[in-house]
């Protein structure tokens, strides 16, 4: 029988001493089918060893015996070169490594998981539409696969629980209502409300079995949530438990399965693409899409939205629940569930892209770092080349990487100062147009003189054939650039403008991740050589354009990795030196014009006792009047937000207003504000992420003190939590006087003013030629030398 659908995820089962994998597909509806395929990995042993080796056998942890089935001759390139190898099969997965350990030759590909081996076989793309033909469940032939434009249907959740302690308690504390954000939206939970979008139930058991029903209902290919893999699905499934209720999270019934992916959590629903946008959220801070010093679900909406949702302090919420104010409480958890799913909305669509261009699942991308999924895009071109896949690093080898570390980027460190009439350039990809440019792979790297590439370091790298890395990130590149002159032609309103334009952003963050990946000590492509080649051709390029700059009048403020600032008098001067630049270039590389810019700021720090200009660390004011700011403390969450939004007020009134006497003003405004008392704690609040318990540190900061200060009040503090303390007037150290915000009554204005205030202005006003006693600030306080 012949049929279609669109292929999803695969895993697999072991039936009767058989392996099938196991697929996913959605036609009507979502499906299981399974396909009869046998296990291998690659021996590099002569011919003559084959009947050898089909008779090696091993006992597995299990007390099992593993064998060889079969083996048979292929032929197969193995960095660069083709060579004959020995294909060994076995019953199951679980063997190879067995089998392996017990064969005294090199193997190869025995690590590749066992699903991921058959995809990358049968070069399968997550939501394609395969046609294949089958009797009964089992797949007899897979026939065809296209691209195409599935749409995925999205329910975003979240929970609230019953927490006396600060943290609940799994085993003893309730959930005491769900919400859902999707084709509907509401709250169950199981005391009156006279809000029409909750639905009230008998008890907690009761509140469990109808949001099941709602997920039967709705039918969504992806349940969303906001840290749900570490706290909500866990915590709704031991509730399940304890109430014995009927209420299971994905298409079948099931337990929900736990996947460690590095040092992020996931967890899989049998059926259902469960995402968790916490990990997304800081995946794509890293990348630059949310800009954002917190990554709780309320600063990564109003990252992404511009929006405020509606708070709740989390200690106080069963105080709210005691009280019955269950119409505040369920308004709350339903803005926290459509925060939620807008988020996703944002979020999705890259992922979605990024999945179907590195053949990698939905549910493995939500859970990646770039750098896997450039190893993936990598593994799967590989087979499709009929390349051997490199094996992942040994302990030794590793930490041999980490001791030899490469040289970086080239940095032209900036004079401190304000200026006027600043060009700012790039070079579009650098990396990534350097390593196409000059062939660099691991295969590609030779010893022969004619028809190569010489790096500045002397690794030679022929220029054909084009090797695995750079014809892979050509192909991305290319099509980038394909799709960036589609959109030009697009309605930007339009559905397709949406998908394309989250493609292209997709294929940025893995061309722009090649360079990385391919420098990274674990990773199965790591070459020294090709690494420092890459980053030695950088910096040749950029020295030779600041000289250039130099030969056409133009003084280069700063330069670092792939940009250039200079200042300039005509515009006509700056395009002209770039066209010279841009005519001597490989044809794969570009000097860009990002802007002119009228006026920015850099500043001072100090390095071993000296003053000297900061890198990444800058504000410039484009021709549109837009800000752009780098490095500054507005931009980390562990400077309070009054130093961080007056540190901006500060530098929009020199950048848009070209006034210091403005810029003084504000901050004398701010200090006559904290010395009366009238600035409210939740601006004084400083966050910091505890990495481990507060217990296990050895040395008690203050964000430290503030947490077990808060676990002796019965408060249960986490590893990974985010604390927010106030720096109050009680006590002596800082560290004694630091309370969580919750907690704080009061502030100590002279801690605020000398180490918040006072450090984050006066490196921007000291360009202007101001010092700390022009800011007229009375009281006991630091010299100003301690703040540089």
Known sequence: ??????????????????????????????????????????????????????????????????????????????????????????KKPSYVPELKATIPFNCYEYSIPFAKRFMFDFELVPFSLITYDREGKFITKIIKQKETEMSLSVLAFDIETYNPRGAPREQIDPAIMISWAGKTKGVVTYKESKREFVTKKNDEKEMLEEFHKV??????????????????????EKRTEATKAECYFGMWPGKIKGINKGLIKGVKTKGRIHVDLYPAARFFGFIGLVKTNQYTLEAVYNALTGKQKKMVQRLNIWEIWDSNSIDELADYSLMDATSTLEIA?????????LS???????????????????????MFNSIKRNMIIPPKPHAGTIQERLSNPIQGAYVKLPQPGIYE???????????????????????TITNDDENVNVSPEGTKFLKKPMGLIPSVLEELVDYRTEIKKKLKKIDKDSEEYKRLYARQFSLKILANSFYGFSAYPRARWYSRECGSSTTAWGRQHILETIEEAGKHGLEVLYSDTDSVFMLYKKKDEVLQFMETVNKKLPEKMELELEAFYPRGVFVTKKIGGKEVGAKKKYALIDEEGRIKIRGFELVRRDWSGIARRTQRRVLEAILKEGSKEKAVNIVQEIIKKLKEGKVELEDLAISTQ?????????????????????????IEIQKGSVIRYVVTKNGKSISEKAELLEYAENYDVEYYLNNQLIPAVMKILKELGYQE??????????SLDSFF
């Open 1 to 90: 029988m012949i049929k279609k659908a669109y292929f999803i995820d695969a895993d697999y089962v072991v039936h009767k001493e058989d392996v099938y994998i196991r697929l996913y597909v959605k036609g009507k509806k979502l499906c299981r089918v399974y396909y009869k395929y046998e296990p291998y990995f690659y021996v590099d042993a002569p011919s003559k060893e084959k009947e050898t080796i089909a008779r090696v056998k091993a006992q597995t942890k299990t007390g099992e015996t593993a064998r060889v089935d079969r083996v048979e001759e292929v032929k197969k390139i193995v960095n660069g070169t083709e060579k004959k190898l020995l294909r060994v099969y076995c």
């Open 215 to 236: 997920l039967q209902k709705e039918n969504p290919d992806v349940i969303a949530g906001y840290n749900s893999a570490n706290f909500d699905l866990p915590y709704l």
């Open 345 to 353: 909305n944002e979020f999705l669509p890259i992922f979605r892209e």
């Open 356 to 378: 179907i261009i590195t053949k990698m699942p939905l549910f493995d991308v939500s859970l990646s770092t770039s750098g896997q999924l450039v190893e993936q895009l990598l």
């Open 421 to 443: 009439n600043i060009a700012v350039m790039d070079f579009r990809g650098l990396y990534p147009s350097i390593i196409i440019s000059y062939n660099i792979s691991p295969e």
């Open 690 to 714: 505890i990495s481990k318990p507060p217990s296990q540190y050895e040395i008690k900061s203050p964000e430290i003190s503030a947490a077990l200060k808060a676990q002796k009040r019965g």
């Open 773 to 782: 006693e022009d800011l007229k600030v009375g009281g006991k306080q630091q």
